[in-house]
């Protein structure tokens, strides 16, 4: 079981190293950000607590039996007000009213964390239990107390959680709204698969029945589940964005590769210093940058007979227009890196026509005229007949 909610934790690490890669100091100064960074950091540190492993040590270390539970207990409570202090800021308001109503549930759970410590001390428990002290002490005088107020504080979190995440589920649209259905899911498991499992288990001991496999056995791999929902909820808003726009930069990259090893002999971009390194959007960049520099290079040896010959025969074969033109374009191209790759003389009167790729911003028109390349079989071969200028 330690591995199981050691990987949770890991979890919840993860998504708060993701959340804040860039400007970590920046970000700590909104509220929101901030209030989300301390719900993931005691969620993890929650698992870490709640480890078999981590209460023996912390038992040994303190030598009193079970002190790993008010401790784990106290941290549950902790994470769960700061869930309320980031519903508080997901609402927004005056900063006095947020204010206001964070000291509160400060105040709430720090009173239920004083309360839990002091149930454990007069509490009999003696015997250290890791797995199951929530049944084998739940009718035991004060420690029966503590392991109910623990989970009503953080039922109220996790229900007040699903309520918030049903009434603005249905005022948001996109990743946002993916992102708050995750979260959700991710409360709707720990309220049933978690503290359900709980309340189940701790009330069979009360009448006589034994349903431990329920605290034991369900509960935390349940508890994990959620923990792994919960952080894709608050990750995916800020993640897939910048992971959409690397994939596409990886695609327009690939893409332009028919271009490129038509013209970049003729480019003077300076090469990069390394390119293992680079992010998909920087190469990219350079080979955009790259390949534009190439076709000023060629733009002396470009024929507008080539061109108007590949149009009308484009036409003529039924492209619309901007088919057609994105055709002739890349015959014009090819031709012109055919002659300048051959160090033939440039046209006397260069060409003025300017390639659609240069009209319109980004990449997109150099991918177009790179599938042009792909796509015509008439680019594959330099038409007959083509006339070198004689220099005057």
Sequence with gaps: MSLVVYLAAAVFGLSCAVLFRRRPLAALRNPLKLSTCASIVLGALVFVCAAPVTLAAVNDVTGIPNFGAPLTYGMLSAYSCSLLILLINWRGGSPERIRHLSLRAVAAYGTLIVVIVALFTLSDAKVERLTDLDTYYANTPYMREMIVLYLLGHSAAMLAMCAVCVKWGREVTGLLRAGLWLILAGALLDVVGFQLAKY????????GHDLDVLSTGVAPPMAALAALLFSAGFVLPRLWPPALAHWHSVEDHRRLAPLWSRVRFASTAPKPPSAWWQSPRDRLRWREVSIHDALLALAPYFDDR???????????????????????????????????????????????YRLYATEVSGTGGLVE???????SARVTAVPEGTVTANPG
């Design 200 to 207: 189940t288990a701790v009330v069979a001991r009360w009448t």
């Design 306 to 352: 080539i061109r108007e010959r590949a149009l009308d025969a484009a036409l003529r074969d039924g492209r619309d227009a901007h088919a057609a033109r994105l055709a002739a374009e890349a015959a014009m191209v090819t031709d012109a890196a055919r002659r300048a790759a051959a160090r033939e003389t440039p046209l006397v009167t260069p060409s003025a």
């Design 369 to 375: 005229l790179a599938q042009a390349l792909t796509r």
